[in-house]
């Protein structure tokens, strides 16, 4: 039985060989894909609350997140792209975190929605509408909410969709909450007159027709479906799914000049079921997919490529086999 679980999603952004600190590495496909930039960016822009330049890290608080910026690209008057100069040729993000102010707006970039949370790239949003993007970290059907960078917010009132693999058409289908999975990558509109209070106007799920449908196959063939005497599901088997991505992010160089670039992003996705799942809001790519059952004490895997092709469904059968002890 194909249905979409529970997960979580974890990023890792690659600069030759440097790894960005805290994050686990997964094994992955390295693909030649589209440049997902716009789709698994994780950023947020609202009005700045406060500021901490001399604490060690520095800190700046946004949306009542503690964010550190030791080591962003800040642009306290540009925008965001990393490009704008002063009249000299200087970056005009010198003045650093001590050129933010408390109540201006501020985009904020991140590598990662790992906790604690740290900033690539920082600069005055101007009076954009409060805004964020990133990986959904859970969904509550019931109380109508999501979470997002740790923050849970209030979707019973948005206009929900999902926009498929080229955003820019303007292309998409309305959709159910219920279909929400953690992991899919979310663009949330939030309604200014309501801040603090965090209540969505429009919740886009990115590259939502990009799916991956995983049949599950015990070791005899058959298709997984596990329940117990009284036939209630038992989510013994765990799928998870790595992907490599090339994205665009914002740098500082030794001379305090922030510049972009193009890094390789780890994108790891995991899901628990009862059996087969279905992966919504891939990116375009090459996914890895492993399947793990525990099933009456006997551990079973299989592993398999797939390649994700933008508003499309990928059916792929994975058959599991018993784990090799030494």
Request: glycine share 10%; with cysteine; proline share 4%.
């Amino acid at each position: 039985m194909m249905k979409p679980t529970i997960g979580w999603i974890d990023m890792k952004v690659i600069a030759g060989a440097a790894l960005v600190a805290g994050l686990m590495l997964a094994t992955v496909a390295v693909v030649a894909a589209d440049d997902e930039t716009d789709d698994v960016a994780i950023h947020l822009q609202a009005p700045l609350g406060a500021t901490a330049c001399d604490a060690t890290p520095p800190t700046i608080t946004v949306l009542g997140l503690v964010i550190d910026v030791s080591t962003a690209a800040i642009d306290a008057t540009g925008g965001s792209d990393g490009e704008s100069e002063g009249e000299d040729g200087q970056a005009a993000g010198a003045s650093g975190c001590a050129g933010l102010v408390p109540g201006q707006g501020v985009e904020v970039a991140f590598a990662s929605d790992t906790v604690p949370l740290v900033a690539t790239a920082v600069a005055n949003g101007g009076d954009g509408e409060p805004q964020l993007q990133g990986p959904i970290q859970s969904v509550d059907p019931m109380l109508h909410t999501i979470t997002v960078l740790g923050l849970t917010i209030d979707v019973s009132a948005a206009n929900l969709d999902g926009a498929d693999d080229d955003a820019n058409d303007g292309a998409s289908q309305a959709i159910d909450l219920s279909t929400l999975m953690p992991g899919q990558i979310a663009d949330v509109q939030l309604d200014p007159s309501q801040l603090p209070a965090l209540v969505a106007t429009e919740l886009q799920v990115k590259n939502f027709t990009n799916q991956v449908a995983v049949e599950v196959d015990d070791t005899s063939g058959q298709e997984v479906d596990d329940v117990d005497d009284s036939g209630t599901e038992m989510d013994d088997v765990n799928v998870d799914v790595s992907e490599m991505v090339m994205v665009q992010t914002t740098a500082t160089t030794a001379a305090g000049r922030p510049v972009t670039r193009r890094v390789r992003k780890v994108l790891t996705f995991h899901r628990v079921s009862n059996g087969s799942v279905q992966l919504s809001g891939l990116p375009t790519g090459v996914a890895r997919v492993v399947a793990t059952r525990v099933h009456d004490g006997v551990t079973t895997t299989a592993r398999r490529a797939v390649v994700v092709r933008g508003n499309q469904t990928r059916t792929v059968r994975v058959r599991l086999h018993k784990v090799r002890t030494r």
